[in-house]
């Protein structure tokens, strides 16, 4: 059974920085993409960057510059390095991940529990 271990998030200052990781783990043939959702109260779950194990990028506008996402294909482990954080960064942050069984015909999604991320003001 596949299963993501995110590291724990934190409180940080505005300003500050983060890093968060994520690693698959169980039977996995190939990862396609890794990535990171967030979402704040109240709010709906957003994209807030993704890798392809090729290393090709993609990033919320409201990231970019600030936030930085990288995969270890050799550990399946995905990591998101956030500086200049801001309070509105604030969210549970989920880990995500397109991959392929060997039995599977096709590619699977699967999530993270999430991890907590305050950003004081």
């Known amino acids: 059974q596949v299963h993501l271990v995110e590291s724990v998030g934190g409180l940080v200052q505005a300003g500050g920085s983060l890093r968060l990781s994520c690693a698959a783990s169980?039977?996995?043939?190939?990862?396609?993409?890794m990535g990171w959702y967030r979402q704040a109260p109240g709010k709906q779950r957003e994209l807030v960057a993704t890798?392809?194990?090729?290393?090709?990028?993609n990033y919320a506008d409201s990231v970019k510059g600030r936030f930085t996402i990288s995969i270890d294909n050799a550990k399946n482990t995905v990591y998101l390095q956030m500086d200049s954080l801001k309070p509105e960064d604030t969210a549970n942050y989920y880990c995500?991940?397109?991959?392929?069984?060997?039995?599977?015909?096709?590619?699977?999604?699967?999530w993270g529990q999430g991890t907590l991320v305050t950003v004081s003001s």
């Open positions: 995500y991940l397109n991959y392929k069984l060997l039995t599977s015909l096709g590619p699977r999604d699967t």
């Open positions: 169980g039977g996995i043939f190939r990862v396609n993409a």
């Open positions: 890798t392809t194990s090729g290393g090709r990028t």
